[in-house]
């Protein structure tokens, strides 16, 4: 009897076995073709544009498969990959969807030549623990034994790729500073570099180069309340409320009925006076600085005006949170204490060196300089256009979680395919270790690996075949010799811009630990979620919903 005898006949389309792979690896490899041009320092830049035209142009990885709106299932996963390296390390998502991608081509390969999937994850598996284990023994190196700033040079390896490549040197200097700045010491010693803590404001005008570092202060695209108020406080004493400065008001469904005209006048006046009391409340705290989230009304920017107090109206929840960590000052709900009184104690205010109101490009900002409590800094980013200063702040985000993340694992590894050379040709010897079908799983691994050197090269517009060559040979030299300098072709990577090889790390060309090592793990275990896959059934709508949908 036939499935639809039995009643088991299933309303949809079934795809299984070497079709659904098939398909999963066209999908996938659509999708990595579209990011191999953008990868390295001379690749290309992408141009977007969403269903309302809003064009974004970009580079990085995990921002074009945003925008993109991927539908096949099996791409979703990359899609997702690469928002996971992009929140985890910050930086490297081109390269783990393009290895991602080419394990699973390499795999169905695998499959069509009668080798199990299976077998295959646990060929990978193997590949990849003993990747992660090569690359901390011999080809990281702890940032205190290198003599040379390598900070700054992650952060040039992070930005050369981008579009503000040509001014690495500046924003290098900004990003390590920046992340030095934010250094927090924890309760058990060890110091952490929260990159949430560096704020990246944006403004039209100059160029990129003009773009500068707020240190130990922080900013906000804002400005005073009254053009009355002055624009600068030193020192500042600041509070920071989130309910109205406004003219009191009954609360809601109250009713006074008054009889006497006299009386409602004096209604009005306690109105008044109820706000005025309030203010006079906060001003006799010390207060010389107001932050609010909601609004101040006419009446209570007159007594503040004549208290000299800035104040600063419509402030942002996540701005005031920030200007809360940095100075000290606690947020205030309301001035309402146990016993029904209202009340501002001064234990609440925060303080600065200054706060200080500056036009910058078209815009006002108030900056709040010389922070006491937390440490905080703020980047200024100046551009041309909006397309430009997205695509700065997104190439200076990736920058700074690479700095931060060198300052947590403390270790570096050489960047231009040093390390995925080197990996290849320890893979293939280790292949060969075993006598079952896991070997040419492992093989096929390690030939993976060679499509980022490969794609570097050929972004470049030089002959990949010819410069890989000469960047196994170094390495292989590496892997046989006892003589020191040749032990030193382990750190050799490709320089792209003199069509050679070269020293990566004399060079300054690394990349944080953490970040290899996580691209490995993610693009191995995406690799093996989507091979795993042998049934794709997609179930046919309702047609009863079809009919009503129309």
């Known amino acids: 009897m036939t499935s639809a005898e039995l009643g088991l006949s299933l309303s949809?389309?079934?795809?299984?076995?070497?079709?659904?792979?098939?398909?999963?690896?066209?999908?996938?490899?659509?999708?990595?073709?579209?990011?191999?041009?953008?990868?390295?320092?001379?690749?290309?830049d992408k141009m977007l544009v969403d269903d309302i035209g809003d064009?974004?142009?970009?580079?990085?990885?995990?921002?074009?498969?945003?925008?993109?709106?991927?539908?096949?299932?099996?791409?979703?996963?990359?899609?997702?990959?690469?928002?996971?390296?992009?929140?985890?390390?910050?930086?490297?998502?081109?390269?783990?969807?393009?290895?991602?991608?080419?394990?699973?081509?390499?795999?169905?390969?695998?499959?069509?030549?009668?080798?199990?999937?299976?077998?295959?994850?646990?060929?990978?598996?193997?590949?990849?623990?003993?990747?992660?284990?090569?690359?901390?023994?011999?080809?990281?190196?702890?940032?205190?034994?290198?003599?040379?700033?390598?900070?700054?040079?992650?952060?040039?390896t992070?930005?050369?790729?981008?579009?503000?490549?040509?001014?690495?040197?500046?924003?290098?200097?900004?990003?390590?500073?920046?992340?030095?700045?934010?250094?927090?010491?924890?309760?058990?010693g060890k110091a952490r570099h929260p990159v949430g803590q560096i704020n990246v404001l944006k403004s039209h005008g100059q160029s990129s180069g003009e773009s500068v570092l707020i240190p130990n202060g922080y900013a906000l695209q804002s400005s005073r309340g009254s053009q009355e108020m002055p624009t600068m406080i030193s020192p500042a004493k600041i509070a920071l409320l989130d309910f109205d400065l406004k003219k009191h008001r009954m609360?809601?469904?109250?009713?006074?009925?008054?009889?006497?005209?006299?009386?409602?006048?004096?209604?009005?006046?306690?109105?008044?006076?109820?706000?005025?009391?309030?203010?006079?409340?906060?001003?006799?705290?010390?207060?010389?600085?107001v932050f609010t989230t909601k609004g101040i009304d006419d009446l209570a920017m007159k007594y503040l005006i004549e208290a000299g107090i800035l104040a600063v109206r419509r402030v942002d929840k996540k701005d005031?949170?920030?200007?809360?960590?940095?100075?000290?000052?606690?947020?205030m709900l309301t001035m309402a204490?146990?016993?029904?009184?209202?009340?501002?104690?001064?234990?609440?205010?925060?303080?600065?060196?200054?706060?200080?109101?500056?036009?910058?490009?078209?815009?006002?900002?108030?900056?709040?300089?010389?922070?006491?409590?937390?440490?905080?800094?703020?980047?200024l980013l100046r551009g041309a256009n909006d397309y430009m200063l997205e695509e700065v702040d997104r190439s200076v985000h990736d920058a700074l979680c690479a700095v931060s993340r060198t300052f947590d694992s403390n270790s570096v590894v050489p960047g231009g395919g040093?390390?995925?050379?080197?990996?290849?040709?320890?893979?293939?010897?280790?292949?060969?270790?075993?006598?079952?079908?896991?070997?040419?799983?492992?093989?096929?691994?390690?030939?993976?690996?060679?499509?980022?050197?490969?794609?570097?090269?050929?972004?470049?517009?030089?002959?990949?075949?010819?410069l890989l060559a000469a960047l196994r040979v170094r390495h292989n030299a590496s892997l046989k010799a006892d003589d020191p300098k040749k032990k030193d072709y382990r750190w050799y990577g490709l320089d792209l811009l003199n069509n050679k090889v070269r020293n990566s790390m004399q060079a300054g060309v690394m990349e944080p630990l953490v970040s290899k090592l996580k691209s490995l793990k993610f693009a191995t275990e995406a690799a093996i979620t989507i091979l795993r896959i042998d049934d794709l059934i997609k179930i046919a709508p309702d047609p009863e919903q079809n009919m009503e949908g129309m």
């Open 12 to 44: 949809g389309s079934r795809e299984s076995g070497a079709d659904v792979r098939s398909a999963n690896v066209t999908a996938v490899g659509a999708l990595a073709n579209i990011l191999k041009s953008s990868l390295g320092p001379q690749g290309l």
């Open 158 to 188: 992070s930005l050369s790729s981008k579009f503000i490549g040509a001014d690495a040197e500046h924003f290098g200097r900004i990003v390590v500073d920046a992340v030095k700045a934010v250094r927090i010491v924890g309760p058990d």
């Open 251 to 289: 609360s809601m469904g109250v009713n006074i009925v008054i009889d006497d005209m006299e009386e409602l006048e004096k209604v009005r006046q306690r109105e008044m006076d109820i706000t005025k009391e309030k203010i006079m409340k906060i001003i006799g705290a010390g207060t010389n600085v």
């Open 320 to 331: 005031i949170k920030r200007i809360s960590k940095c100075t000290g000052a606690q947020l």
């Open 418 to 466: 040093a390390v995925e050379t080197a990996l290849s040709l320890h893979l293939e010897d280790f292949a060969r270790t075993f006598d079952s079908y896991e070997q040419w799983a492992i093989a096929e691994f390690a030939e993976a690996l060679l499509v980022i050197p490969k794609t570097l090269a050929l972004n470049a517009a030089l002959d990949a075949i010819d």
């Open 55 to 156: 064009v974004t142009i970009t580079n990085d990885g995990a921002t074009i498969l945003k925008q993109l709106e991927v539908e096949h299932p099996a791409a979703k996963v990359l899609v997702e990959l690469a928002n996971l390296q992009d929140t985890e390390v910050g930086d490297g998502t081109t390269s783990v969807v393009i290895i991602a991608a080419e394990l699973l081509k390499r795999a169905n390969e695998l499959v069509k030549n009668n080798i199990h999937p299976t077998t295959i994850i646990a060929g990978y598996r193997m590949a990849m623990r003993e990747s992660i284990k090569y690359i901390q023994e011999n080809l990281s190196v702890k940032v205190e034994s290198l003599d040379q700033d390598v900070l700054f040079n992650i952060a040039k």
């Open 337 to 379: 204490t146990l016993d029904g009184d209202e009340e501002f104690e001064a234990s609440s205010l925060g303080s600065a060196e200054a706060v200080v109101e500056e036009r910058v490009g078209d815009n006002d900002f108030i900056f709040i300089k010389g922070c006491t409590t937390s440490k905080a800094a703020t980047i």
